[in-house]
C-alpha cells in the first residue's frame, strides 16, 4: 500500500558547525544560517501539509557547551521568537516547546509561554520545538510524577499502562512521529524523543542542517513512502 505525506516528522538539525567551518566562518554563523533554514523549512511543510514537524534546537547535553556559544544559541533562539511570532501566527502555525524550561532564561520563557498562547487554536502545522531536551530526562520525570501518583493513593501500580505513561510526558497531545531525519550524516538519536521514536522510520542525510532544502525533504518522504511499516508483524509481502 503506498504511503502518503507522514502525519509527524521529526528533525535532528545537525552540522550548523561544520557548515560555518567549512566557510571558515565562527560557528555561530553556522547557527544563524540554520535558523534561516528552518524559517524556510516550515514554510515547505506547509506546503506540502504536513501536521506535525518537531524541531530538536537544544539538547540538555548542549548545556556543556563552552558558555559563549550557549549565548550566542539563546540569543539566536529570543530574537527568533520575537521576530518569528507573527509570521508563525498568521502561517497558521501552532507553536510547542518541549523540554526542561527551569535552565531556560525567564525572559525566553516569557517569550516561550506568549508563543505557546497566541498560537494555540492555529491548525495548519504544530511546530514542536525540542529546547533544553532530553529524552532520558522525561521519561524519569514521567516516572517521578507516576510514582508521586501512587504515594497519594490515586494510582495503583498496576493501572501503570503504556497510555498512562504517554499521558507524563511532555508530548502527550502529539502524536508519535512516522519520520525522523537528521542532516549531517551522523547516525545516531543523541537522546531524542527516546519514547515516542520507538517505531518511526530514520532517514540519514548528509548535508549539514543549513543546507536543508524543500527538495531534500521531499526526497526523505519520498524514502518514506518506500518503506515497509511491520511493527513487529510479518511483512506485507511474505
Ligand atoms: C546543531 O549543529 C545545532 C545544535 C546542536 C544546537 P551543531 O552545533 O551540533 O553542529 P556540528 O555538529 O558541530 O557541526
Ligand atoms: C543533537 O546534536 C542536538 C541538536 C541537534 C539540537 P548534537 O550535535 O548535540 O549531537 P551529538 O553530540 O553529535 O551526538
Ligand atoms: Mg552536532
Redesign the pocket.
Known amino acids: 500500500m503506498k504511503k502518503g505525506i507522514p502525519n509527524h516528522i521529526a528533525v535532528i538539525?545537525?552540522?550548523?558547525?561544520?557548515?560555518a567551518?567549512a566557510r571558515h566562518l565562527p560557528?555561530a554563523f553556522?547557527?544563524r544560517k540554520?535558523a534561516e533554514a528552518l524559517r524556510e523549512l516550515l514554510k515547505s511543510a506547509i506546503e506540502i501539509g504536513i501536521p506535525y514537524m518537531t524541531f530538536?534546537?537544544?539538547?540538555s547535553e548542549?548545556w556543556n557547551r563552552p558558555q559563549s556559544e550557549i549565548n550566542d544559541?539563546m540569543g539566536l533562539l529570543r530574537r527568533y521568537l520575537q521576530s518569528e511570532l507573527a509570521t508563525f501566527h498568521k502561517a497558521g502555525i501552532r507553536l510547542k516547546v518541549i523540554g526542561d524550561r527551569s535552565r531556560l532564561a525567564d525572559d525566553i520563557v516569557l517569550l516561550i509561554e506568549d508563543a505557546e498562547r497566541q498560537t494555540l487554536n492555529n491548525d495548519k502545522l504544530t511546530v514542536v520545538m525540542a529546547l533544553s531536551y532530553g529524552g532520558r530526562q522525561e521519561i524519569v520525570e514521567a516516572a517521578q510524577r507516576i510514582a508521586n501518583q501512587v504515594k497519594s493513593g490515586s494510582l495503583n501500580p498496576d493501572q501503570i499502562t503504556e497510555n498512562v505513561f504517554e499521558q507524563e510526558l511532555y508530548t502527550r497531545d502529539i502524536p508519535d512521529p512516522d519520520l525522523l531525519i537528521r542532516t549531517?550524516g551522523?547516525m545516531r538519536i543523541s537522546n531524542f524523543l527516546l519514547w515516542q521514536l520507538a517505531y518511526s522510520e530514520m532517514v540519514f542525510v548528509e548535508k549539514?542542517?543549513p543546507d536543508f532544502s524543500k527538495n531534500d525533504l521531499l526526497t526523505a518522504i519520498g524514502e518514506y513512502q518506500k518503506r515497509d511499516r511491520r511493527y513487529g508483524s510479518a511483512a506485507e509481502t511474505a
Open positions: 538539525m545537525d552540522g550548523n558547525g561544520r557548515w567551518k560557528r553556522g547557527h540554520g530538536y534546537s537544544f539538547s548542549n544559541i549531517s551522523e549539514n542542517w
